[in-house]
């Protein structure tokens, strides 16, 4: 565990994907950051996970999806499902 971040290397590799799509709260990424800073095994994963990202960014910027998986994609974000638990 790296004191300064307050994380350790398990903690950040479960959240590289979200920190490497901007997608971690301001605070985690703080801390997934300083850690970082910090670890070099774990800044090489990162640094792995962005060259991987950005390879398949250039492989696939001339093919779009289909519009009707575009569609099923729109429809299962947009709708809302509910359970309901009887205890």
Known sequence: MSR????????????????????????DADRIQAHLDECGSCLAEYDHNVLVKALIR????????????????LTRITSVTMVRREE
Not at 14 to 27: G, H, Q, T, Y
Not at 58 to 73: G, H, K, S
């Open 4 to 27: 300064e971040s307050g994380v350790d290397c398990a903690d950040v590799l479960l959240r590289l994907i979200e920190f490497v799509d901007n997608e971690s709260l301001p605070l």
């Open 58 to 73: 250039r492989a696939c910027v001339r093919q779009n999806a289909p519009d009707e998986l575009r569609t099923q994609i």
